[in-house]
């Protein structure tokens, strides 16, 4: 069992460290079940009863009463995660003030590993779309339920704020180790408080419509960042399945203008942004080209030059003339000889 769980964590330890920019590249590396939907877990009513230990001082295996058992990371080590320090209040929502421009275009997301699980939030259709509503930005997406009804965890986190805020009423926020968050707002109760740990599936609160809210809903948000995104690139909130265990954030989604498309509409709008990409990223290497060759200057070769000299003559190095001419410091300049010094 321990060998497993060793080989288990090397996977995860080696696929979360490999920056992967793009789903092409993550296919290349990260295994096929990574793009597979994962189904909710199944509320467990069973006890946990101990805890076991493996090779891997980072991973545990809890037994339960029902003769079941689950590999778990140790807490201690993922509070070590600095994503858990950095940019972390329980005052209010967005701390990270980070500009847009600033962020990457693709992000790939491991949602969950394969030590975690998922949970829906709260299982049905959605009721309010993410995106604008009468001109007026939703950030999320309105799941209907019966005040009471209790609300998950979707995955296992850290509380980052738990009280009553603004038009989100009793709102909960859950940043995760991967950096994202999901917001529970509309809460009837608080179940959690600032700084617990807690896992997908765990109840976080029961739902109902505090605040700005016409009728009992939870309004559920993701956002990497401090900027949400359509839940519904994760979530199919219907059947309550995971779309994939890793996805792909891309910048644009983090607009609230952008909304979930399925996946093969999404690869044709890819193929047609991709080619207009290539072409632009094609015309730019051409104009630079055009203006490097528009600015060169050369000079003829006469008695006495040395590289050194020119170098200093011309306000560049020897290196980079060696560079520009494809020459090595140890070669005999020729008398007339046409070299390129900028
Ligand atoms: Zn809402």
């Known amino acids: 069992m321990a060998v497993v769980a060793a080989a288990l964590m090397s996977f995860t330890a080696a696929a979360q460290d490999t920056v ?21 877990m199944d509320p467990t009513t069973a006890q946990a009863m101990d805890t076991i230990s493996t090779a891997n001082p980072y991973i545990k295996i809890i037994l339960f009463s029902d003769y079941t058992w689950k590999y778990i990371k140790d807490p201690e080590y ?17 701390p990270y ?37 009468h001109r007026r930005r939703h950030q999320g997406v309105d799941l209907p339920l019966q005040t009471g009804t209790p609300v998950y965890a979707a995955f296992d986190g850290k509380v980052r704020l738990a009280k009553y805020y603004k038009a ?12 994202l968050e999901t917001f529970y707002g509309h809460l009837s109760k608080i179940m959690v408080t600032d700084d617990e740990w807690v896992s997908a599936g ?14 009992p809903h939870l309004h559920f948000e993701t956002r990497y960042k401090g900027y949400a995104f ?40 890819d193929i047609i942004e991709g080619d207009t990409q290539d072409k632009e990223e094609a015309e730019r ?34 290196k980079k003339l060696c ?17 390129r010094v900028k």
């Open 20 to 40: 992967i920019t793009n789903k092409k590249q993550a296919e290349l590396i990260i295994p096929r079940p990574a793009f597979q939907p994962v189904q909710s």
């Open 78 to 94: 993922v509070s070590n995660n600095a994503v858990f320090s950095e940019n972390w209040t329980h005052d209010y929502p967005d």
């Open 97 to 133: 003030r980070v500009s847009l421009e600033s962020l990457p275009n693709e992000m790939g997301i491991w949602v969950v590993d394969s030590l975690s699980q998922y949970r829906c939030p709260n299982q049905t259709k959605v009721y309010s779309k993410f995106g604008y509503r």
């Open 168 to 179: 989100y009423g009793n709102l909960v926020i859950l940043r995760h180790e991967n950096g």
């Open 202 to 215: 765990s109840i976080i609160g029961l739902g109902g419509s505090t605040g700005r809210s016409t009728g």
């Open 230 to 269: 359509d839940p519904e690139w994760l979530i199919d909130f219907e059947s309550g399945v995971l779309r994939h265990r890793f996805f792909t954030l891309k910048k644009k989604y983090l607009n609230a203008s952008s909304n979930y498309v399925p996946e093969d509409e999404q690869e044709e709008i």
């Open 285 to 318: 290497k051409a104009e630079e080209a055009r203006k490097a060759a528009a600015a060169a200057q050369y000079h003829t070769v006469r008695q006495g030059d040395t590289l050194g000299a020119l170098a200093v003559k011309y306000r560049t190095t020897v």
């Open 323 to 339: 560079q520009l001419n494809g020459i090595s410091e140890k070669t005999i300049l020729k008398l007339g000889r046409k070299l």
